[in-house]
T-cell receptor
């Protein structure tokens, strides 16, 4: 079982709709969760992070975390064609001291159709 | 504020040749990462530095890959000799190394093609 799993997509939504991106992780000790956006040919850029159960909102983006279900999601409201990109879920799992591991999922390709 | 700088942006070499990538992190960022990203995949960690110390190099293929971060700022990743399967994008990232958030900022990457 992969440590961080995402549906590779593509996920296609019409402009103005809500896009829902999902991510599951295998290690219950995981502590911090990140969503990155990566445009084709570009490097990943951080959208937001979350480490407490519940919702966290930032503009049109909402991250949702459910540690009991080992599930984190990203909702994009009022989707725009400029949101078309690959969305990467990343998870930090900590060991002792400065030991930690950041693992990325494969990413979900989102296409927003005008 | 300048972001993470990487060079070169593109590199084409023949197999068995050596190659080196350079990274300059964001000023003040103590933690530096080298990732490899294949097409359609997420970044995979090669090595993580805390200042000049390599604290996680468990995924670095040490028979051909090496890295250094002298003086705890710039870093160089080297492959010698390169193989066809090394063709990928090599990403450098840096962060403050905070306890929980550890937000990483990525450079533009170096696209390596091994012929």
């Amino acid at each position: 079982q992969k440590e961080v799993e995402q549906n590779s997509g593509p996920l296609s939504v019409p402009e103005g709709a809500i896009a829902s991106l999902n991510c599951t992780y295998s290690d219950r000790g995981s502590q911090s969760f990140f969503w990155y956006r990566q445009y084709s040919g570009k490097s990943p850029e951080l959208i937001m992070f979350i480490y407490s159960n519940g919702d966290k909102e930032d503009g049109r983006f909402t991250a949702q975390l459910n540690k009991a279900s080992q599930y984190v999601s990203l909702l994009i409201r009022d989707s725009q064609p400029s949101d078309s990109a690959t969305y990467l879920c990343a998870v930090i799992t900590r060991g002792g001291g400065s030991n930690y591991k950041l693992t990325f999922g494969k990413g979900t390709l989102l296409t927003v159709n005008p | 504020e300048a972001g993470v700088v990487q060079s070169p942006r593109y590199k084409i070499i023949e197999k068995k040749q050596p190659v080196a990538f350079w990274c300059n992190p964001i000023s003040g960022h103590n933690t530096l990462y080298w990732y490899l990203q294949n097409l359609g995949q997420g970044p995979e960690l090669l090595i993580r530095y805390e200042n000049e110390e390599a604290v996680d190099d468990s995924q670095l293929p040490k028979d051909r890959f090496s890295a250094e971060r002298l003086k705890g700022v710039d870093s160089t990743l080297k492959i010698q000799p390169a193989e066809l399967g090394d063709s990928a994008v090599y990403l450098c990232a840096s962060s403050l190394g905070l306890a929980n958030t550890d937000t990483q900022y990525f450079g533009p990457g170096t696209r390596l093609t091994v012929l």
